[in-house]
T-cell receptor, first 111, second 114 residues
Framework: RKEVEQDPGPFNVPEGATVAFNCTYS??????FFWYRQDCRKEPKLLMS???SGNEDGRFTAQLNRASQYISLLIRDSKLSDSATYLC????????????FGTGTRLKVLA | DTEVTQTPKHLVMGMTNKKSLKCEQH?????MYWYKQKAKKPPELMFV???????INESVPSRFSPECPNSSLLNLHLHALQPEDSALYLC?????????????FGEGSRLTVL
């Protein structure tokens, strides 16, 4: 079993749609969780850190479920510019400098 | 704009060449990373320096040689590379210690080995 698993997609959705991605992780000692966005041939950029209480930033909402060991990302009112690969990243465990990347989920928002 | 600066952005080299990739950050981070990324794959960790000392080497071939001259700089020396080493090389930094927080990435150096 991979340490961090994501559905690779692609997810093709129309503009304005709501789309959700899930990511599961295997190490229950994991402490820090992140969603990164990566555009084609560019570097990953932090989209959101994920906290136990959940967090929201505009159209984006991230949730953490420690009991089931998954994190989620919800994108509301999708824009064409949201088309990218979304990487789930887990720091496992804290202080080891090992950030485990999921394979990424490709999203394409269609006009 | 990224706060981690990598040079060069593009590099083409032959298998007998020696070249270096450079990375600089001025965020006061004491952990710096080299990742390798192939197309349609996630970044793979190569090396980590924390407090200017090599903390992690993910069994990387010796033709890749990292160096951390000071807390702001990270180099990756390349020698006798193979065509399969062609990839995007990403430098990243973070806080060091127990709570490292998020990774900050540079724009990457795209390497082609002929």
């Amino acid at each position: 079993r991979k340490e961090v698993e994501q559905d690779p997609g692609p997810f093709n959705v129309p503009e304005g749609a709501t789309v959700a991605f899930n990511c599961t992780y295997s190490n229950s000692a994991s402490q820090s969780f992140f969603w990164y966005r990566q555009d084609c041939r560019k570097e990953p950029k932090l989209l959101m850190s994920v906290y136990s209480s959940g967090n929201e930033d505009g159209r984006f909402t991230a949730q953490l479920n420690r009991a089931s060991q998954y994190i989620s990302l919800l994108i509301r009112d999708s824009k064409l510019s949201d088309s990218a690969t979304y990487l789930c990243v887990v720091n496992s465990p804290s202080g080891t400098y090992k950030y485990i990347f999921g394979t990424g989920t490709r999203l394409k928002v269609l006009a | 704009d990224t706060e981690v600066t990598q040079t060069p952005k593009h590099l083409v080299m032959g298998m007998t060449n020696k070249k270096s990739l450079k990375c600089e950050q001025h965020m006061g981070h004491r952990a710096m990373y080299w990742y390798k990324q192939k197309a349609k794959k996630p970044p793979e960790l190569m090396f980590v320096y924390s407090y200017e000392k090599l903390s992690i080497n993910e069994s990387v071939p010796s033709r890749f040689s990292p160096e951390c001259p000071n807390s702001s700089l990270l180099n990756l020396h390349l020698h006798a590379l193979q065509p399969e080493d062609s990839a995007l090389y990403l430098c990243a930094s973070s806080h060091a210690g127990r709570n490292t927080g998020e990774l900050f990435f540079g724009e990457g150096s795209r390497l082609t080995v002929l």
